[in-house]
């Protein structure tokens, strides 16, 4: 008997080390397998119907699911990156035109009123000084350039390391598809939980995190409709493309909404209209960036099983945790306690004691409350066996 009680801990250790080692391994790619996991269970129903319309080949459905997502993000950033593009094209078209016919005077005139003297005097000291100031430019930027250079070093390196974490994300995320089912059945076979248990704490998983998604891309659309007023009301230049763009900062946490806002604000600015800069500025943090933090909590507590005020602070404290993955996390945390409370309330607790026949027993050292006499009276009956009475 000891020498099989010493085999199992040694196994059980075994286990544990494995798990550890697998979790060192797992690591960098952790936010990757995680935003996975999340799209799976978010796109689970489409799979299963596609699936069904391609008379059973999962492999079709989860390769034209990926292929879909991919084309819903890259098409509206391709769309901005080439609006920006032909604008700043047209601009730069537009001002050395001015400068070829009407030289660097010809540029005042478009100048709001109050700035046309600021930039009448500088055209002058450029004119009158433009031999030191190349050479300081020369010198500046020959000082500079190695921190410029490493700067755009870390930027690629950056810039790379996000490409590689979405490229594991969208493989995980098509396997996730193909082979869900399976992963969920084997996790039900080996975990030490009752049957059905995990399965239920996955499927609470995937309905917070599906709620979460559904709500921060509806906060994101109202952001961009109460930012499009905004922009209609203040005057600003192409306020379609600008709630286009409050859309995608919108669903960015670390930067938000309220900064295509402010963005706006300062054109306006530059362009001598201050009453509507401030009156967009006031607009943007107060309606465009509180409603961030009032619609969003609203929405997604319909699909969760908490209170709008948990929801709220799950988020927050998420975000500030572990960042923008947070805001899944944040909710996923506090729905993974209370799951487990429930099923341990419902299939451990006293109720299910007494179903099971083995009814809970005081000790007789510890003292009733004597505070509380209802709670005594309710107790005792609880206690009490009904005796049948014998024949």
Known sequence: MATEQGARRVFVGLI??????LLVVAFPFFEAFFLAAVLAGAFQGMQTWLTKKFRGRR????????????????????????????????????????????????????VPGPLQGHATRLIEQFQTQSAGLWQTLQEQASARGATAAQTFGGLLAAGGSMLFQ??????????????GKR???????VSPLRRGQTTELLTEFRGVTRSVLTSTLATAGVQAVAALAGFFITGVPVPVFFAAVTFFFALIPAIGAAVVCVAAALLLLAT??????????????VVVGLADNVVKPLLARKGMNMHGAVVFFALLGGLAIFGAIGLLLGPLIVAFFLSVVRIYQRDYGRSSARLEGTVPTASP???LPEEEPWKVASLLTELEEPQKPSH
């Open 365 to 367: 050292r510890a003292p």
């Open 272 to 285: 001598g209209h201050p009453v509507a800069a401030i009156v967009l500025t006031v607009w943007g943090i």
């Open 183 to 189: 992963l969920v059945a084997w996790l039900e076979g």
């Open 16 to 21: 544990l080390l494995s798990i550890a080692l």
């Open 59 to 110: 492999n079709l459905a989860a390769s034209l699911i990926c292929v879909g997502f991919v084309l819903v993000l890259l098409a509206p950033v391709a769309a901005l990156t080439a609006f920006i593009v032909s604008e700043v094209i047209q601009g730069v078209q537009f001002v050395a035109g001015i400068i070829q016919n009407r030289g660097l005077e010809g540029l005042i005139t478009y």
């Open 166 to 179: 979405a490229t594991m994300m969208l493989i995980a995320f098509y396997f996730l598809l193909v082979d």
